[in-house]
């Protein structure tokens, strides 16, 4: 079987030349950071302060680089496991969407905590979403609270392996974690994203997150999401050198706070709109910056999570659907570990359950792209062809060709059109965003969920209850 090479859009030297400027970046210029704590630990271990930033010195990146695992592994409450860096490519949905596109009516409204069970139900049915990410930021919840309730709710509605939502405080960190030791041991149950602010922003509140995640052992993506032109520089390579850095800091923290900490490498660099001055994630300069991240990431021996599908589009339109196929199917074909970004719409600002359900159909589509075809001596079919010129001049018949079409050679579609005009006509002319609001609500009908026992439930609730009356 034969698949693709990893393509690169870096040479071996424009890699390491973003390295260097990167090591430069964290030497010479620094990184804006005053938590006590953290600077303790950073200059305790060779990094020089310099006002409010804090100088990293190269032979201290290199020695945290080294400390981090190569692989990373999330397993879910039904026993599932999720290896990232092991070769195989997974996908999980887009995290924190505000709104709710209905495609029937083209109108969205506020997300609720139904919302965060209903998608993690779906995404639990859909066979290409490997990780669940809390889908929808509730708006019927207190802002104090949302976080806690985004994972609370997605646990109870999915036995997928699941990402932590992004937290932002120490607390937020000691709460999740809380909640996960009722599915697992944590740090086998959960992993935190957490994002420094650019350009090479460490606020006190990031950094008490980064420590405390460490403390606890919980794989950590740090996640930073610069704008080229706005928060990094313009040229792609100048900000790549920059989100390396946000990166590499947050690595240095970690690990100093607890060798060996598992880390997956996370990249967000989008691009500034030069006419309004907003983050495109729709361009095809977004998936060239994720397949550069994903060298980047490579090169440190890590695996990498990037965005997958991506679009500002408002609606399941053209716009949408070349944009994410085509930002997909970049860093895929790069080498990607983990693509991000199934249901998203409007730039992160919204979701909808037909979007998730096309997506799922275009991961499968990227998978059949990746694993390639054979071209043994069975595939080449020497010998069918001369059975068949002799006899019936066609292949239906064959039993090769039902052998390689149970072997998966073509990919059913079950939602892409591909009937005559007439019979499309008749059956009332549904498109593929249509069949997809089907099929979601088939799903949501008939998925079944094996629930949390009832003491686990109970003891979530407690924990709510507990950060309710805290932090309100």
Known sequence: MSSPTA??????????????ATLRILWEVGVVLTHPEGREHLTGAGAVVHGDRVRIPPDLVEWAVAQCPRRVTLRGRGGQTVTLGDGSLSWHNMGGARDVYDPRTGTRRPATVQDVRDSARLLDALDSVTTVTPLFTPQDVPGSLMSLAMYRHTVSCTTKPVHGPGVQTAEEVRRIVRMASVIGPPEDVLTLGISPVSPLLFPDDVVGAILETARWGIPLGPLPCPIAGATAPLSLAGALAQQNAEVLASIVLAQLARPGLPVFYCGRLAMMEPRSGISVWGGVELGLASAATVQMGHRYGLPVNVYGFSTNAHTLDLQSGFERALNAVIPALAGADELSGIGE???????????????????????????????????LAVEVIAAVMEGPRNFLGQRHTARHLRAGEILLSPLAERRPWEEWERTGREGMAERAQQEAERLLADHEVPPLAPEQERELDALTMHASNYLL
């Open 345 to 379: 719409m409007a730039a992160g600002g919204m979701s909808s359950y037909a979007q998730m359900v096309c997506d799922n159909e275009m991961a499968r589509s990227i998978q059949r792209l990746l694993r390639g075809f054979s071209a043994d001596k069975d595939a």
């Open 7 to 20: 393509l690169q859009f870096l040479t071996d030297s424009e890699t390491e030349a973003i390295h260097q």
